[in-house]
């Protein structure tokens, strides 16, 4: 039987829509899956058996994983060490929140809001050692109101990558090897309060019908 392992944070709401799919049968049915947290404390734990998951920690390098053909990340922070990546028998992959090559980074879709962007994106590529680079898979962008708020932008990403992830498992066993996309922009770590910052600036901006805006702090990739 074909083995997933998913590392999602324990708390993270892109985590909680892939488990409550996956509980109502309608990702992976017919998979072996195992959800890997960080920590033992968070929601999205209690929505599992004890034996649906693991905890790794946020290292993972000193943890012991089964054999597995998938590594799906998920909205996971922290590092996946290449030795666990290239571990998987088919493929590691990872569900990222933008439109890529634009837009990388963590958290990003709070960019999105304190910018004002007409759109967001999700983006499907191979996990490699250099953050959010490695082949896409697919890719697609999803339209936002000026009304949506941090949490809404990351709910319907969430619910998208939900529905689009099974048609790249099927992209891949089909032999799909992705396609490389260069340049864009990674978009660095900012505090809320900076973000809402540019929100009011971008607002104004919006609120005359310009396409100008202030972005928040990035730095433009050559590659």
């Not at 944070?9 to 909680?16: D, L, R, T």
């Not at 963590?106 to 250099?130: D, P, V």
């Not at 890719?139 to 992830?165: C, F, G, Y």
Request: some cysteine.
């Amino acid at each position: 039987m074909t083995t997933v392992l998913i590392f999602t944070p324990s708390n993270s709401v892109k985590g909680n829509e892939v488990i409550k799919a996956f509980n109502k049968n309608k990702l992976f049915s017919g998979y072996k899956v195992l959800f890997c947290f960080e920590t033992e404390q968070g929601k999205n734990i209690s929505l599992l058996n004890y034996d649906q998951y693991l905890i790794v920690g946020k290292k993972i390098n000193k943890c012991k994983l089964p054999e597995y053909d998938y590594l799906i990340s998920c909205g996971w922070g922290w590092i996946i060490p290449d030795a666990i990546l290239k571990k998987a028998g088919i493929a590691s992959i990872n569900c990222h929140g933008s439109y890529l090559p634009d837009y990388k980074g963590g958290s990003i879709y709070k960019h999105y809001w304190a910018n004002c962007e007409k759109y967001a994106g999700i983006s499907f590529h191979f996990l490699t050692s250099e953050i959010d680079k490695g082949e896409v898979l697919l890719r697609e962008k999803i339209r936002l109101e000026i009304t949506d708020n941090p949490k809404d932008i990351l709910i319907k990403q969430s619910k998208r990558t939900i529905e689009l992830l099974p048609k790249v498992i099927e992209l891949i066993e089909k032999g799909y090897h992705g396609e490389i996309f260069i340049g864009g922009r990674y978009f660095k770590p900012i505090e809320n309060k900076k973000l809402k910052f540019y929100r009011l600036i971008n607002l104004f901006f919006y609120s005359l019908g310009l396409k100008y805006r202030i972005y928040t702090p990035n730095k433009k990739m050559k590659s």
